[in-house]
Nanobody, 114 residues
């Protein structure tokens, strides 16, 4: 199983980015997939999660601004991030845990700064 994140970058406050997590060796659609982030000096935290049935949940800090979605044809899970704030600056990671074994991508850096 391999997860590869993409779409990170530098953006000004109020801007948008779309992250993508592409999976190989696994059918993404049948598992829960989550996005986490880790800011410098802080613990990794859950940002958003989507179940195999399409149910979603979000950290309070991103509700109303971020949207997690699946593209089953592409075997990807995406994170649309709008109205970005400086506190969203972090490395963003994709995670899934089929059959109890956890897999992580390498992460993609998101920097929100004026």
């Amino acid at each position: 199983v391999q997860l590869v994140e993409s779409g990170g970058g530098a953006v000004q406050p109020g801007g948008s980015l779309r992250l993508s997590c592409a999976a190989s060796g696994i059918i993404f659609s049948i598992y829960t997939v989550a996005w986490y982030r880790q800011a410098p000096g802080k613990q990794r935290e859950l940002v958003a999660r989507i179940t195999s049935g399409g149910s979603t949940n979000y950290a309070d800090s991103v509700k109303g601004r971020f949207t997690i979605s699946r593209d089953n044809a592409e075997n990807t899970v995406n994170l649309q991030m709008n109205s970005l704030k400086s506190e969203d600056t972090a490395v963003y990671y994709c995670n899934t845990a089929p059959l109890g074994r956890s897999y992580w991508g390498q992460g993609t850096q998101v920097t929100v700064s004026s």
